[in-house]
């Protein structure tokens, strides 16, 4: 079953064989997801780890509003060992992909997606809020609860036909994301191989 934190994502005609997640925070939906391609190594380190790294993320209740339970991944990054467990692991989900750019979402997607650039030898590519990217810039537009909101990147982020994924912490409702995925994918010739995230929300 779809998380329903996570149907607008889906609802977006995303292809839900695209889309990972380590799922630290809750059960994985193996059958929504391409988990079941993992191969034995990343599988084993997941299943390993999965509850060392659920515990060192803290929940700070009402933040940052009243009602939201916020998942704080800092303790996570500000920990050597951790951080590098989750750097490896999408590295080795990824190491045989020949990935050209990672993207990330910002901003806590940038911290993840650079490491794991960095670690596959690929480029990184930013999707950021209006107004943050100095040159020519393709943007998209979502809805939120009340209003909009908008993504933009760089007009000449990618090549044509050049292997990419796009990398955030969270999936929560998803808007974000489908967004992201849209703006990538209406604007660029490239083969979009995954959207990976750290964590799935389920309320």
């Not at 650039?117 to 943007?139: C, D, E, H, W």
């Not at 990538?184 to 990976?196: M, S």
Request: overall charge negative.
């Amino acid at each position: 079953m779809t998380p329903r934190s996570s149907r607008s994502f889906y609802s977006h005609e995303v292809n839900a064989s695209q889309i990972v997640a380590l799922q630290v925070i809750n059960p994985i939906h193996l059958k929504k997801f391409s988990l079941l391609k993992y191969n034995a190594g990343y599988w084993d380190l997941e299943r390993q780890n999965m509850e060392a790294l659920k515990s060192i993320i803290r929940d700070i209740p009402d933040f940052p509003k009243k009602g939201i339970v916020f998942k704080d991944i800092t303790p996570l990054l500000s920990d050597p060992i951790s951080f590098q467990k989750v750097i490896d692991a999408l590295k080795a989900r990824y190491k045989d992909e020949k990935i050209d750019q990672v993207v990330g979402v910002e901003a806590r997607g940038f911290i993840f997606a650079s490491a794991l650039a960095y670690a596959l030898g690929s480029g990184f590519v930013m999707i950021r809020k209006p107004g943050k990217l100095p040159y020519n810039t393709y943007q998209e537009t979502y809805s939120l609860e009340y209003g909009e909101d908008s993504v933009e990147i760089h007009q000449d982020a990618f090549e044509n036909g050049q292997r990419i994924i796009i990398v955030d912490d969270v999936l929560a409702t998803g808007g974000t994301l489908a967004a992201c995925v849209s703006l990538v994918t209406k604007n660029f010739q490239v083969n979009l191989v995954e959207v990976g995230f750290l964590i799935e929300l389920d309320f």
